[in-house]
Structures are given as C-alpha cells and as structure tokens.
C-alpha cells in the first residue's frame, strides 16, 4: 500500500451567486450510504450538465442499498439549481447500476434534499489543479471521499475510506494529496494527512464510482 502525503482544509462556503437558468433536464446522481444517504450528480462539461452537486437525501420509501454495489437515481427533469431550495424533494427512479448502461430499474422514491454539501459550476477552461483534491465528509464509521472536479479530461471518483476514530466530519473538508492531479484513488492504499497540527491515517476501503469518459471532452 502506498502512503501519500495531503493536506486537509475546510471547504470554503462562498457567497450566495446567481444562477445560470437552464432548461429542465434528467440529472442522474450516484447513490450510496448506508446510515446516511448521498447522491452525487454526475457531471458532464456542457450544459445544463455542468455543475459539481453533492447532496445528503433521505429516499421515501427508504432503499436498503445492497454493499459494494452501484446505485444510481433518474429524477424527473428539473433545473439542478432547484436542489438548493430547503427542503426540495425529487421524484426519482432507482436503479442498480448506472441508469444509462443496463442498469436495473429497482423502485421508484421521492428523494428529499436534507443538506446540500456542494454545488460548484465546472468550467473546461479553468487551469487544472497541480495536485488532486477530494471531498472529505460522513460520518466517523462510514465516510467517503469524492474527487473535486476542475478541468478537462478530469475524473470523478467515490471511494468509502476509513477515517480515525473521533474525527469531527460535522463539516465537508477538502483533501489534497500529493500525486499526479490525473491519478486516482486506489482500493487498499494508505493516505496519511494532516488536519491542523494533527496527523492522521485514512485507508481506502472501496470504489463506488470512477468515471473518465464523460469528463474527456
């Protein structure tokens, strides 16, 4: 296993901005957690597709989400920008795996937005970072980190990783890692870290999502 170097901040809350208008489309979303439950969008760079949304939901009826598999959700179409709203709630299909390439229709919910944990526009022109970053967030028995998207080709990637005992995940915190920024995360690697004055050991556990190609061009 090898061991990485990285550096924890706290992600930034910026001010309010105003949103792009886009026309209602299907913004299909990753799906995983077990005693919380996550939907990451799953981004393209070309609109309305271009925004990097990672949301805490609650799904009525609840889903038990079978480990080690991919989840996936087709809402009906909506402007993304919408999930910001308390309390928004989208009517959504679930499938095991991905809802484009033969997955599995498995029900159909309501996905009820508890917390939105970030929603950043991409921008293919934007100069790409020289170390990857990731989300950090969960809780202290189950977290994850997802890949911060910046330009193109770019990848996005969720992996469960086990995070020291006691560590505060109140707040989303923003990962850097000294690698290649077109690396990414291995299952079995360990990734040692610095929050403040503190070191600590994250190790990743599972994949739950890596995509490449949507993220080319």
Same mark, same amino acid.
């Given at each position: 296993?090898?061991? #990485?170097?990285? !550096? =924890?901040?706290?992600?930034?809350?910026? *001010? $309010?901005?105003?949103?792009?208008?886009? %026309? +209602?489309?299907?913004?299909?979303?990753?799906?995983?957690?077990?005693?919380?439950?996550?939907?990451?969008?799953?981004?393209?760079?070309?609109?309305?597709?271009?925004?990097?949304?990672? #949301?805490?939901? !609650? =799904?009525?009826?609840?889903?038990?989400? *079978? $480990?080690?598999?991919?989840?996936?959700? %087709? +809402?009906?179409?909506?402007?993304?920008?919408?999930?910001?709203?308390?309390?928004?709630?989208?009517?959504?299909?679930?499938?095991?795996?991905?809802?484009?390439?033969?997955?599995?229709?498995?029900?159909?919910?309501?996905?009820?937005?508890?917390?939105?944990?970030?929603?950043?526009?991409?921008?293919? %022109?934007?100069?790409?970072?020289?170390?990857?970053?990731?989300?950090?967030?969960?809780?202290?028995?189950?977290?994850?980190?997802?890949?911060?998207?910046?330009?193109?080709?770019?990848?996005?990637?969720?992996?469960?990783?086990?995070?020291?005992?006691?560590?505060?995940?109140?707040?989303?915190?923003?990962?850097?890692?000294?690698?290649?920024?077109?690396?990414?995360?291995?299952?079995?690697?360990?990734?040692?870290?610095?929050?403040?004055?503190?070191?600590?050991?994250?190790?990743?556990?599972?994949?739950?999502?890596?995509?490449?190609?949507?993220?080319?061009?």
């Amino acid at each position: 296993m090898r061991s #990485l170097a990285i !550096t =924890l901040a706290l992600v930034a809350c910026g *001010a $309010p901005q105003t949103r792009r208008q886009d %026309a +209602p489309a299907v913004h299909g979303m990753a799906l995983f957690g077990d005693a919380r439950t996550f939907a990451s969008h799953l981004p393209m760079f070309h609109a309305p597709h271009d925004y990097q949304v990672l #949301l805490q939901v !609650t =799904l009525e009826p609840h889903i038990t989400l *079978a $480990p080690g598999e991919l989840y996936t959700i %087709a +809402p009906t179409p909506f402007e993304l920008a919408r999930v910001e709203t308390p309390g928004y709630a989208m009517t959504v299909d679930v499938y095991r795996g991905h809802f484009e390439r033969g997955g599995t229709r498995v029900a159909a919910a309501t996905a009820r937005i508890e917390r939105v944990l970030r929603f950043t526009p991409l921008n293919a %022109a934007t100069t790409g970072a020289t170390q990857p970053r990731f989300v950090l967030f969960g809780t202290a028995r189950e977290a994850f980190l997802v890949h911060v998207i910046t330009t193109r080709p770019d990848f996005d990637q969720i992996v469960r990783v086990t995070v020291p005992a006691g560590l505060d995940l109140t707040t989303p915190r923003e990962v850097r890692i000294t690698r290649s920024p077109t690396a990414e995360l291995t299952v079995g690697e360990t990734v040692e870290a610095s929050v403040g004055d503190k070191s600590i050991t994250l190790r990743v556990d599972a994949q739950l999502y890596l995509e490449r190609d949507d993220l080319a061009m």
